[in-house]
C-alpha cells in the first residue's frame, strides 16, 4: 500500500453568497485573469499571480470560453440573497508528473463533470510555492446545467442533499480517473474516495488551516503535522507497552503443573434395587496439557500470514490477468484513451513485483524455524487433549453400557422372582387354614367379656 504522502481525498465545497463570496471574483483568483463582478461592481486583477503560478486553464462548456460573461450569467440566475453560485472541487496533483500530465488528467475530470450534470467547468491548474511540492488544480463548476449557446438550466439539486450519495459517487469516478493516469504515467499516486481511517488503521486526521491564516498558515500546518507524526509514534509505544504487559501476564498465569482430566470419576454410577453398588470403570490413563502462551501466539501468527498470503495471491492473480490482457494486444477503452500500451504492461510488472515481495513475506513468517517449532508444539499438545478428550468419550461409553447391562440383569432377576412366586400352590394353604379353624372350634373354646365390655 502506498504511503500516507501518496493518499488524498477529493474535497468539494461551495460557493455562496451567504458566506459573501462571488463565482466571478472566484473565477478570477483562479484563473489568474482580471474580472468584474457586474453584480456588485467590483472588479479584481489578478494577472501577477499567473506569471508563476498558472500552469493553464481548461474550459469545457464555456460558450466561446469568455469566463466573464459566463460567472456573471450565473449571478444573474440566482435571486436570492443566500444562493449557492459555483461548486468547486480542489484536487492536489502529483508534483512527479509533467505539466502535459497533469493537464490531461484534469481535462478528463473536468469532461466527466460536464457529461454526467451537464455543468460548465473551469479547471485552473496552479504550480506549487517554492517550498512545497503543492501542485494542485481548482475545478470550478456551475450549481446549474448550461447549454451549448451558454443558456442556465435547472440546478442540480442532486449534489446538495447527502443522503442521495451522488457526492460520494463523484468523488469515486474522480478517484477512478485519476488512478487510471497514474497507472498510464506509472506513478504510484492513488487517491481513495474514502477517509484515511478507512485504509490506515490508527489514523489521525490533520487539522484543516484555511487560507484566512494567511503567512502564518504554512507554520500552523506544520505544527500541526508534527503534532500528529508525536501522536502516532505515542499509540505506537503504547500498543507495544500493551503486547508486552499482555505477553508477561500470559507467562504468569500459564500453569506449572499439569491440568487434570476434565474427566471426573463419579462415586457410584448404579444402583440396584437389593441396594448393591456399581463400582466405577478404571480412570483415564492419560491427562490433558496446557498449551504454552508462545506456542499458542506462534500459530496464530502462522494462520494470519496464510491467511494474508492467499489474500495477496488473489490480487496477484488478477494483475497477472491483466498484464496478459495489455500482452494480448487486445485494447481496452484505457489503452484506446491514453495509448500507454508499453507503460501499462510495466506498471503491471512493477504491481507483481510488489505483490511477490509482500507473499515472500508471510512465506518468511510462515517458515521461520522459531514459529515452526512452536507450532509444531502446539499441534503436539493439542493432538494429546484429543486423545485424551476421545479416551473420556470411550470410558463414559463403557460407563454407560455397564449401567445399562446392570439394569437389565436387575430387571431380570426381579422378573424371575416374580414368576416363581407365582407358581406358589394356594388351595393347599387355604385348606390348612379351614382345618385351624374347624379345630379351634371344635375346643368349645369361649371368650368371655368384662363389664366394661373388654375382653378378659
Not at 414 to 435: F, H, I, M, N, P
Amino acid at each position: 500500500m502506498p504511503s500516507l504522502a501518496t493518499w488524498f481525498t477529493p474535497s468539494l465545497q461551495t460557493i455562496s453568497r451567504s458566506s459573501g463570496r462571488s463565482s466571478v471574483l472566484a473565477a478570477a483568483y483562479r484563473a489568474c485573469m482580471e474580472l468584474t463582478d457586474e453584480r456588485l461592481g467590483i472588479t479584481r486583477d489578478f494577472t501577477p499571480k499567473g506569471k508563476h503560478g498558472l500552469a493553464g486553464n481548461i474550459f469545457i462548456g464555456i460558450p466561446n470560453d469568455n469566463i466573464g460573461k459566463l460567472w456573471n450569467d450565473a449571478e444573474k440566475a440566482e435571486s436570492r440573497v443566500n444562493s449557492t453560485v459555483a461548486r468547486e472541487l480542489m484536487l492536489p496533483l502529483c508534483s512527479k508528473w509533467t505539466d502535459d500530465e497533469r493537464r490531461e488528467c484534469v481535462r478528463d475530470i473536468a469532461q466527466m463533470l460536464r457529461d454526467t450534470y451537464g455543468v460548465a467547468v473551469l479547471a485552473s491548474i496552479h504550480r506549487p510555492a517554492r517550498d512545497n511540492n503543492n501542485d494542485h488544480s481548482h475545478i470550478l463548476f456551475t450549481t446549474r446545467t448550461v447549454g451549448t449557446d451558454g443558456v442556465f438550466g435547472k440546478k442540480t439539486r442532486i449534489l446538495d442533499v447527502a443522503k442521495t450519495g451522488e457526492v460520494m459517487k463523484m468523488r469515486e469516478a474522480v478517484c477512478a480517473i485519476v488512478n487510471a493516469h497514474a497507472l498510464a504515467n506509472r506513478s504510484d499516486w492513488y487517491v481513495y474516495a474514502g477517509k484515511f481511517a478507512d485504509v490506515l488503521k490508527d489514523h489521525i486526521p490533520t487539522k484543516h488551516f484555511s487560507t484566512t491564516y494567511g503567512k502564518n498558515q504554512c507554520r500552523y500546518i506544520e505544527a500541526n503535522r508534527e503534532a500528529v507524526g508525536e501522536a502516532m509514534v505515542a499509540i505506537a509505544n503504547t500498543k507495544n507497552r500493551i503486547a508486552a504487559i499482555d505477553a508477561e501476564i500470559a507467562e504468569l498465569q500459564r500453569p506449572s503443573v499439569t491440568e487434570k482430566s476434565s474427566y471426573i470419576q463419579p462415586k457410584s454410577l448404579y444402583v440396584d434395587p437389593h441396594g448393591t453398588i456399581v463400582p466405577p470403570t478404571r480412570q483415564v490413563a492419560l491427562s490433558r496439557r496446557a498449551v504454552p502462551a508462545d506456542a499458542a501466539k506462534a500459530h496464530a501468527e502462522i494462520e494470519v500470514a496464510l491467511k494474508r498470503r492467499n489474500e495477496l495471491r488473489q490480487t496477484h492473480d488478477r494483475w497477472a490477468a491483466w498484464k496478459m490482457k495489455f500482452e494480448d494486444n487486445r485494447p481496452n477503452a484505457l489503452v484506446r484513451l491514453f495509448g500507454s500500451y508499453k507503460g501499462s504492461v510495466a506498471s503491471a510488472e512493477r504491481h507483481l513485483k510488489l505483490l511477490e515481495d509482500a507473499m515472500q513475506v508471510q512465506v518468511d513468517i510462515v517458515q521461520d524455524p522459531d514459529r515452526s517449532r512452536l507450532t509444531t508444539q502446539f499441534n503436539e499438545v493439542i493432538a494429546h487433549n484429543v486423545k485424551v478428550h476421545q479416551q473420556e468419550l470411550q470410558l463414559a461409553k463403557a460407563d454407560a453400557e455397564r449401567v445399562a447391562k446392570l439394569a437389565e440383569e436387575s430387571a431380570h432377576q426381579y422378573q424371575t422372582k416374580c414368576e416363581q412366586q407365582s407358581r406358589v400352590d394356594w388351595s393347599a394353604e387355604l385348606g390348612k387354614s379351614e382345618r385351624d379353624i374347624k379345630q379351634r372350634r371344635s375346643r368349645g373354646t369361649v371368650t368371655t367379656y368384662g363389664d366394661d365390655g373388654f375382653g378378659m
